[in-house]
């Protein structure tokens, strides 16, 4: 599965699980790992996990596991690993306090659509 692949794969998992404002930044040239973040909002903690839950099953599927999960207890900002892709899955207030998409303002982009 290319990385394009995994992270169209991730975007449907969550939007399956009714995550908001779901996109991909292109962080290649921006840093030595990851290549790719994907981002995405949920209204509350158990949503935060079941999106993650679900991103985790369906990769499973085509065999891509994580490295590294951290976060999931809490429930406000879960982070899956997926070695050139990494998953953060945030509470929408979480969201807006870290703002990783104006932290990493130079990186592309990519709103997900159905």
Known sequence: M???EMCKAICKAAS???ARDIVTMDMQGLMISP???VICSANTATQV???ADNI???LAKDGVAFSHKEGYREGDWVLLDFGDVVVHVFRQEMREYYALEQLWGDAKLTAYEE
């Open 49 to 51: 996990r079941a999106i």
């Open 16 to 18: 399956d699980k009714k």
């Open 35 to 37: 290549d790719y973040f």
């Open 56 to 58: 985790e099953e369906e």
């Open 2 to 4: 290319t990385e394009q």
